[in-house]
């Protein structure tokens, strides 16, 4: 238990990344766009292989995980205006909302980040960002 937290503590992106991962699944039903079929399954799809990369990542790292992150956090970011659903209103007991643009573009911003800084990290030990 003591190595896996460990690797938890020296890998926290790889483990938010998973986090993310996992949100995504579920958000649908959260943020009720559920009946939005291209948004409902890009959000199930990508949350997958996104937390099955990261899972991959914390247990062993190779940094094309960090990269095929990066790619699918590109793709959150422009899919819902390529997939045709970036305008569509979602009526949720706080209000109508844009929840699924919202969603996927802060997720893909944070995948990206995340990834970016874990593949930053391997080509600089020891040092920190600026």
Known sequence: MNALLQTAKRQWPDVC??????WLIVSPW????????????NAYILGAIIAIAA??????????EE????????????????LGFATTKFTT?????YSA?????????????LA???????????QTAT
Do not use: C, D, R
């Not at 990344?17 to 996992?22: D, E």
């Not at 007991?93 to 909302?97: A, C, H, K, R, S």
């Open 55 to 64: 899972a991959a990542a914390l247990i062993a790292f190779h940094e094309w």
């Open 17 to 22: 990344n998973l986090l993310l991962g996992i």
């Open 93 to 97: 007991e706080v209000g109508t909302l």
């Open 67 to 82: 990269w095929v992150s990066m790619a699918l956090g590109i793709w959150l970011i422009v899919s819902p205006w390529v």
């Open 30 to 41: 959260v943020l009720a766009y559920t009946n939005t079929q291209l948004a409902m399954w």
């Open 101 to 113: 643009t919202w969603n996927f573009v802060f997720i893909g911003v944070f995948v990206v980040g």
């Open 116 to 126: 970016g800084w874990t593949t930053w990290k391997a080509h600089h030990p020891g």
